[in-house]
T-cell receptor
Framework: GAGVSQSPRYKVAKRGQDVALRCDPI?????LFWYQQALGQGPEFLTY????????KSGLPSDRFFAERPEGSVSTLKIQRTQQEDSAVYLC??????????????FGPGTRLLVL | AQSVTQPDIHITVSEGASLELRCNYS??????LFWYVQSPGQGLQLLLK??????LVQGIKGFEAEFKRSQSSFNLRKPSVHWSDAAEYFC???????????FGTGTRLKVLA
């Protein structure tokens, strides 16, 4: 079946531009996660949705980062006024289970963002 | 606080040789443990996971890992490495009642022909 898809795969932005990154989770998956992976590092948690509810946004680095999942399926991560330090790969993952379950997260291919 | 340590940043092995990638975690209760592989330009692919039960778990592509509670370790092994195994490997810990994974910094595997 179809896995997690993300678009665009690559994005080049000029410093100060706004960007929007899209994630299509596996159909029926309740939980959706965003991670940021800097070059040479492991992914770091940004935010978590259970259906349309954003239950945790503690990993978002600043108020320039905003995520939504209005219908409990597709999610968008928006970065306003991009800065060079925002350059990274942004990974989306989805999971079938609710919080507290034995959740396995399935990852998309990521969006590589380069801010010039 | 939970943490994951992958002490080896780079590992080089010859094709056909055995492989062991180390992972140590810090967490007070029984963790959920995962190994993922990431090829260049790709997302993370799940190799195997440990939730409970048998401490030796089998995964895809001939990989296995052993959970050792006394050593807080979850090392990944493969008896004979193939050139296509060259990639970056990430160990991650998850916990019951939470949802976020904590990842290690990764081990980059190079395979010599």
């Amino acid at each position: 079946g179809a896995g997690v898809s993300q678009s665009p795969r690559y994005k080049v932005a000029k410093r100060g531009q706004d960007v929007a990154l899209r994630c299509d989770p596996i159909s029926g998956h309740v939980s959706l996660f965003w991670y940021q992976q800097a070059l040479g590092q492991g992914p770091e948690f940004l935010t978590y949705f259970q259906n349309e509810a954003q239950l945790d946004k503690s990993g978002l680095p600043s108020d320039r980062f905003f995520a939504e999942r209005p219908e409990g399926s597709v999610s968008t991560l928006k970065i306003q006024r991009t800065q060079q330090e925002d350059s990274a790969v942004y990974l989306c993952a989805s999971s079938l289970v609710y919080v507290g379950g034995h959740g396995t997260q399935y990852f998309g291919p990521g969006t590589r963002l380069l801010v010039l | 606080a939970q943490s994951v340590t992958q002490p080896d940043i780079h590992i080089t092995v010859s094709e056909g040789a055995s492989l062991e990638l180390r992972c140590n975690y810090s967490y007070g209760a029984t963790p959920y443990l995962f190994w993922y592989v990431q090829s260049p330009g790709q997302g993370l692919q799940l190799l195997l996971k440990y939730f409970s039960g048998d401490t030796l778990v089998q995964g895809i592509k001939g990989f296995e890992a052993e959970f050792k509670r006394s050593q807080s370790s979850f090392n990944l092994r493969k008896p004979s490495v193939h050139w296509s195994d060259a990639a970056e490997y990430f160990c991650a810990v998850g916990t019951s009642g939470t949802y976020k994974y904590i990842f290690g910094t990764g081990t980059r595997l190079k395979v010599l022909a």
